[in-house]
């Protein structure tokens, strides 16, 4: 079963929650599609390592301490007999200010935590692993940052605030420009800087994912009326983002497998 709990109120700047998930199963494999996610995260596998299938048939096993970018390419996770996951999902400028490491250098892939922030990681890393409860391990992690904050790398700018809004896609590169009082090149570069991609690819990526997520709750829903809620200027600019996305055509996607929040 999923547990979430919110962080401590000095670090909600940078993180958003913590998730824990534990599952154990006989079956040779579960694969389950994901698709794009405006995220990023840490994440933590303690128990069974965990392997990605991409759609051009290459594969990947992923380390037990991970930082993911945004997420720019349909894959399937394999989960593991027993996977164990504990994720530290940040705000979207969250790795940025605390770390002053661009997040251009995450976009699509999973890198090792330990290997960006050296023995530091390594030794929370050791302790998550040998905590007993998702209590402890969030323990753990909050000592860790809340360290981390008294010297953050970036301080807070107006382009923090935007990034936040959950209705991010439905304003223009301008609009969100003024709002962050930057010219449009200076919202870009310090966009990419924070998110690892452009604010035209970010706001695709959030406005399919509430598509998304509107379509797994409301199955009886047509995708053109979808599109239409979700702001699209058509439904077949969703189903352009759809192939791009997922690499298949709705009809061919497991709703009822995929993992979208």
């Not at 999923?2 to 958003?16: D, G, M, N, T, Y």
């Not at 998930?21 to 994901?34: D, M, N, R, V």
């Not at 699209?232 to 352009?240: A, P, V």
Request: proline share 6%; net charge positive.
């Amino acid at each position: 079963m999923l547990q979430i709990l919110p962080p401590h109120p000095a670090l909600r700047p940078f993180v958003k929650a913590y998730w824990y998930l534990h599952l154990q199963h006989k079956a040779p494999a579960i694969s389950i599609p994901i698709a794009p996610i405006p995220e990023s995260c840490l994440y933590f596998y303690p128990k069974d390592r965990l392997h990605v299938n991409y759609l051009d048939k290459s594969t990947q096993t992923i380390p037990d301490n991970i930082i993911t970018g945004q997420v720019t390419v349909r894959h399937n996770l394999v989960i593991p007999n027993n996977y164990l996951m504990f994720k530290v999902l940040l705000q979207p400028s969250g790795f940025f200010r605390l770390f002053g490491i661009p997040m251009t250098l995450f976009a699509g892939s999973y890198e090792e935590i330990n290997l960006v922030l050296g023995n530091e990681i390594k030794e929370i890393r050791e302790r998550i692993e040998n905590a007993a409860t998702f209590g402890q391990m969030v323990s753990i992690t909050e000592a860790f940052l809340l360290r981390k904050i008294v010297n953050y790398r970036v301080e807070k700018h107006a382009i923090d605030a935007v990034l936040e809004q959950s209705n991010f896609y439905h304003f223009s590169l301008d609009q969100l420009a003024q709002e962050a009082c930057l010219s449009s090149r200076q919202f870009e570069r310090k966009f990419l800087e924070r998110t690892g991609v452009s604010p035209k690819f970010y706001s695709r990526i959030a406005r399919f994912n509430q598509a998304m997520k509107l379509k797994q709750k409301a199955p009886q829903l047509s995708w053109m009326h979808v599109a239409h809620d979700c702001g699209y200027f058509d439904h077949n600019h969703l189903l352009r983002d759809f192939k791009q996305f997922t690499g298949e055509v709705p009809s061919g996607f497991d709703f009822e497998k995929a993992v979208i929040y």
